[in-house]
C-alpha cells in the first residue's frame, strides 16, 4: 500500500480545506490592509497585533473545545471578567499575584465544572445552561468588590513581575502573551489531535449515541470540553488585569461573540465533530487584522462590528449548507 508523505496525510485532514481557504483569505486581508496604509505591515504594528490576537486565540480555543463536541458556552467573556475581577481584588487586598492568580483560575475551573455537569449530567440545553453561568459568573465579578473597579494592583516587585509575565515582557524579541497562548495552544492542540480524550471530543460531536454505545464516556468528555474552555478564559482575564494594572468589571463583555467568531471562521463547525486548532489561530489572526487594518483604514467602530458580524454569520451559514448538503426548504403541500 502506497504510504502518503506527512504534507498530504496533513492535507486530507478532515476541516483542512477550511484551515487553507482562510489562510489564504488572511493573506489577501494583509495585502490589502498594506496597500491602504504602508504603516500596517512595520514591525511596530505587527508587535501589537500579536498581542492583540493572544486574548482572541485563548477564547476561541475555548469555543473551539465546546463546539467541537455539540455544545457552545455563552459564559467565556463572564468567566473572562470573573478572573479579571477576582485577581486583581486579592491582589489590591495584599495577596500574593502568584497565589492569587492561582485561586482565581480554581475559581473559575468551579464554573466550567458547572456548566459541564449541568450540560451533561443534567441535561439541560447548552444555551440555557451557559447563559445561567453567564449571569452568575457576571454577577460573582461585581460583587467581589463591592460594585466597584479596583484600584491599581500596584507596583511592588511581585505586581510588576505579574504584568511583565501577562503583558508588556518580552522573550526572544516576543511579548511574553504571545509565548503563553502559543504553549497553550500547542498543549491543547496535542489532547484534541493526538491523545484518545480527543478523539472522544471529536465522537461525541460527531454522533452522541454512537460515542455512548462504543464506549465513551460523554459526560466525563462534555466536562473536560468545559473546563478546558473556562480554563482558557481565566488566563484571558489574568491577562487583561495585567495590561490594564486592575480590575474592570466591564471586562470580557463581547468576549463570547470573538470565541465563536474565532472559531467558526477558522473552520470549526457549529454543528459538532469538526475543526481543527490551526484553524482556529487563522480565525483568530483573521479578527486582529480586520479589527487593527479598519482601525488604519478609519472606519468606525461600528463598522467593525458589522463587518465582523457579518464574517460571523456567513461563516456559520456556509458550515450549516455544506453540512446538511444545501438549501432545503419544507413544502406547504
Not at 490551526?278 to 479598519?294: E, R
Amino acid at each position: 500500500m502506497e504510504q502518503r508523505n506527512p504534507v498530504m496525510r496533513l492535507l486530507a485532514t478532515r476541516g483542512m480545506g477550511q484551515v487553507v481557504t482562510v489562510t489564504l483569505g488572511l493573506i489577501v486581508l494583509c495585502v490589502v490592509f498594506s496597500f491602504l496604509n504602508p504603516m500596517f505591515l512595520s514591525g511596530r504594528n505587527i508587535a501589537n497585533l500579536s498581542r492583540q490576537i493572544v486574548p482572541i486565540l485563548l477564547v476561541g480555543i475555548s469555543q473551539s473545545y465546546v463546539l467541537i463536541t455539540g455544545n457552545i458556552d455563552l459564559s467565556i467573556g463572564s468567566v473572562l471578567g470573573m478572573s479579571c475581577m477576582t485577581s486583581a481584588t486579592l491582589m489590591t487586598r495584599g495577596v500574593n499575584p502568584w497565589l492569587a492568580a492561582i485561586l482565581t483560575i480554581l475559581a473559575c475551573l468551579v464554573v466550567g465544572l458547572l456548566n459541564g455537569v449541568l450540560v451533561a449530567k443534567c441535561k439541560l440545553p447548552p444555551f440555557i445552561a451557559t447563559l445561567g453561568t453567564m449571569t452568575i459568573a457576571r454577577g460573582i465579578a461585581q460583587i467581589v468588590n463591592n460594585n466597584y473597579n479596583t484600584d491599581s494592583i500596584g507596583s511592588g516587585p511581585a505586581a510588576m513581575l505579574f504584568q511583565s509575565v501577562f503583558y508588556y515582557g518580552r522573550v526572544l524579541g516576543l511579548y511574553s502573551p504571545v509565548i503563553i497562548a502559543f504553549v497553550l495552544w500547542v498543549f491543547f492542540f496535542f489532547i484534541l489531535s493526538w491523545t484518545r480524550t480527543g478523539r472522544h471530543i471529536y465522537a461525541v460531536g460527531s454522533n452522541i449515541e454512537a460515542s455512548r454505545l462504543s464506549g465513551v464516556n460523554v459526560s466525563r468528555t462534555v466536562i473536560v470540553a468545559y473546563l478546558v474552555s473556562a480554563f482558557c478564559a481565566s488566563v484571558v482575564g489574568l491577562i487583561t488585569t495585567a495590561t490594564s494594572g486592575m480590575g474592570s468589571m466591564d471586562a470580557g463583555n463581547m468576549y463570547e461573540m470573538y470565541a465563536v467568531a474565532a472559531s467558526v471562521i477558522g473552520g470549526v463547525s457549529t454543528l459538532g465533530g469538526q475543526g481543527l486548532l490551526l484553524g482556529t489561530v487563522i480565525g483568530a489572526a483573521i479578527w486582529g487584522v480586520l479589527q487593527n487594518g479598519l482601525q488604519f483604514a478609519g472606519a468606525p467602530v461600528a463598522i467593525r462590528n458589522i463587518v465582523i458580524g457579518a464574517i460571523v454569520v456567513i461563516s456559520v451559514l456556509m458550515d450549516v449548507v455544506i453540512r446538511t448538503g444545501g438549501w432545503k426548504f419544507k413544502s406547504k403541500t
